[in-house]
């Protein structure tokens, strides 16, 4: 039980576009999700809070506008990178909190974005 | 100070070998702390979780020095599978918010 799967596995895209990330809670309702980011060598870092049903709360020095999070039902939350650029490309990990858990959290198995 | 700090290593150990990482956290308000194993290019996947009192789970032992604000992890008997980054872990900001992680201790046990 508790697994979380993320889509694409990877993808490489030119610089300029937009490109979509999927999170998805496959056997458990998730009511708070989270997107992290770790560039090589270094740790994750949180981006973002994503709530079902309420806007997003973004880390300190996280753009908003660039990173956007829609998490629409309780098994699917989405990260968009919009107008992607070289500085973007990165391992995006998303986690999911089962909706009476207070501490565990569950990861996808990330998506690796490369810029070009 | 960063949040929480580990030595990223590498540590080559024989197979077979007993070795212990450690991370220091610097918020002393933080409230649950876990160690987590990534292997290369994968998500991490948790380990333990870390109880003041210390836990074992086989040949991993874990533990907590609130008064230090220090986490450990014996690895006892080490297997080849044992090789991967492990990272420490701590909720800083109470249940309702993500996790912060150490950059990780990479491990490498040879044969």
């Known amino acids: 039980g508790a697994v979380v799967s993320q889509h694409p596995s990877w993808v490489i895209c030119k610089s300029g576009t937009s490109v979509k990330i999927e999170c998805r809670s496959l056997?458990?309702?998730?009511?708070?999700m989270f997107w992290y980011r770790q560039f090589p060598k270094q740790s994750l870092m949180l981006m973002a809070t994503s709530n079902e049903g309420s806007k997003a709360t973004y880390e300190q020095g996280v753009e908003k506008d660039k990173f956007l999070i829609n998490h629409a039902s309780l098994t699917l939350s989405t990260l968009t990178v919009t107008s992607a650029h070289p500085e973007d490309s990165s391992f995006y990990i998303c986690?999911?909190?089962?909706?009476?858990?207070?501490?565990?959290?569950?990861f996808g198995p990330g998506t690796r974005l490369t810029v070009t | 100070r960063k949040e929480v700090e580990q030595d990223p290593g590498p540590f080559n150990v024989p197979e077979g070998a007993t070795v212990a990482f450690n991370c220091t956290y610097s918020?002393?308000?933080?409230?649950?702390f876990f160690w987590y194993r990534q292997d290369c290019r994968k998500e991490p996947k948790l380990l333990m979780s870390?109880?003041?009192s210390g836990n074992e789970d086989g040949r991993f032992t874990a533990q907590l020095n609130r008064a230090s604000q220090y986490i450990s992890l014996l690895i006892r008997d080490s297997k080849l599978s044992d090789s991967a980054t492990y990272l420490c872990v701590v909720n800083t900001r109470g249940g309702a918010d993500g996790l912060t992680f150490g950059k990780g201790t990479h491990l490498i046990i040879q044969p």
């Open positions: 986690s999911a909190r089962p909706g009476l858990a207070l501490y565990e959290q569950y």
């Open positions: 918020n002393s308000a933080s409230q649950s």
């Open positions: 056997d458990f309702q998730a009511t708070t």
């Open positions: 870390v109880y003041s």
